[in-house]
Protein backbone atom coordinates (compact mmCIF):
# COMPACT_ATOMS: atom_id res chain seq x y z
CA UNK A 1 0.00 0.00 0.00
CA UNK A 2 2.52 2.14 0.88
CA UNK A 3 4.12 1.63 -2.45
CA UNK A 4 1.15 2.03 -4.45
CA UNK A 5 0.71 5.60 -2.64
CA UNK A 6 4.62 6.71 -3.16
CA UNK A 7 3.95 6.27 -7.39
CA UNK A 8 0.91 8.32 -6.65
CA UNK A 9 2.49 10.99 -5.22
CA UNK A 10 5.10 10.57 -7.61
CA UNK A 11 2.75 10.62 -10.87
CA UNK A 12 0.67 13.74 -8.77
CA UNK A 13 4.21 16.10 -9.14
CA UNK A 14 4.90 14.82 -12.41
CA UNK A 15 1.55 16.58 -13.73
CA UNK A 16 1.30 20.11 -14.81
CA UNK A 17 -0.89 22.37 -13.03
CA UNK A 18 -3.72 23.59 -14.51
CA UNK A 19 -3.69 27.44 -15.62
CA UNK A 20 -7.52 27.73 -13.56
CA UNK A 21 -6.00 26.16 -10.21
CA UNK A 22 -2.96 28.86 -9.93
CA UNK A 23 -5.89 31.63 -9.01
CA UNK A 24 -7.89 29.53 -7.36
CA UNK A 25 -5.98 30.34 -3.64
CA UNK A 26 -6.71 34.15 -4.72
CA UNK A 27 -10.15 34.17 -5.09
CA UNK A 28 -11.18 31.61 -2.20
CA UNK A 29 -9.41 34.24 -0.07
CA UNK A 30 -11.01 36.91 -1.66
CA UNK A 31 -14.15 35.65 -0.79
CA UNK A 32 -13.71 34.76 2.91
CA UNK A 33 -12.38 38.79 2.78
CA UNK A 34 -16.08 39.47 1.80
CA UNK A 35 -17.46 37.19 3.75
CA UNK A 36 -16.07 38.79 6.91
CA UNK A 37 -17.13 42.51 5.78
CA UNK A 38 -20.30 41.00 5.18
CA UNK A 39 -20.79 39.76 8.42
CA UNK A 40 -22.75 41.81 11.16
CA UNK A 41 -20.30 42.77 13.83
CA UNK A 42 -22.19 42.39 17.32
CA UNK A 43 -22.02 46.09 19.41
CA UNK A 44 -20.94 46.86 22.32
CA UNK A 45 -24.12 47.14 23.76
CA UNK A 46 -25.31 43.52 23.16
CA UNK A 47 -21.53 42.53 24.98
CA UNK A 48 -22.18 44.44 27.78
CA UNK A 49 -25.81 43.46 28.50
CA UNK A 50 -24.64 39.76 27.96
CA UNK A 51 -21.11 40.61 30.38
CA UNK A 52 -23.39 42.31 33.26
CA UNK A 53 -26.42 39.50 32.97
CA UNK A 54 -23.00 36.69 33.41
CA UNK A 55 -22.21 39.07 36.63
CA UNK A 56 -25.51 39.39 38.46
CA UNK A 57 -26.23 35.50 37.61
CA UNK A 58 -23.01 34.89 39.42
CA UNK A 59 -23.82 37.10 42.52
CA UNK A 60 -28.02 35.71 42.59
CA UNK A 61 -26.02 32.41 42.94
CA UNK A 62 -23.23 33.03 45.48
CA UNK A 63 -26.00 34.61 47.37
CA UNK A 64 -28.19 31.57 47.66
CA UNK A 65 -28.10 29.60 50.33
CA UNK A 66 -27.74 26.18 49.67
CA UNK A 67 -27.61 24.02 53.10
CA UNK A 68 -24.63 22.08 52.56
CA UNK A 69 -21.78 21.92 55.49
CA UNK A 70 -18.12 21.33 54.99
CA UNK A 71 -17.12 17.40 55.44
CA UNK A 72 -13.77 16.60 57.04
CA UNK A 73 -11.32 15.43 55.06
CA UNK A 74 -10.21 11.73 53.91
CA UNK A 75 -6.23 12.81 53.97
CA UNK A 76 -5.63 14.54 57.35
CA UNK A 77 -2.49 17.20 56.86
CA UNK A 78 -0.65 15.19 59.43
CA UNK A 79 -0.65 11.87 57.37
CA UNK A 80 -1.42 10.18 54.07
CA UNK A 81 -4.73 8.53 53.31
CA UNK A 82 -4.66 4.70 52.64
CA UNK A 83 -6.02 4.83 49.37
CA UNK A 84 -3.65 7.38 47.98
CA UNK A 85 -1.85 6.21 44.97
CA UNK A 86 1.98 6.46 46.05
CA UNK A 87 0.81 4.52 49.29
CA UNK A 88 -0.61 1.24 47.25
CA UNK A 89 2.30 1.59 44.68
CA UNK A 90 4.52 0.89 47.70
CA UNK A 91 2.74 -1.50 49.05
CA UNK A 92 2.38 -0.10 52.28
CA UNK A 93 -1.55 -0.83 52.47
Do not use: C, F, H, W
Not at 9 to 38: F, H, I, S, W, Y
Request: overall charge negative.
Amino acid sequence: MSEELEIGLTRLAADNVPAALETVQGKVLEQVAGLRAAAPQLGTGIRVVAVMGALLMGVAGGLMPNGAEAQPSLAPISGASELAPATILLGQL
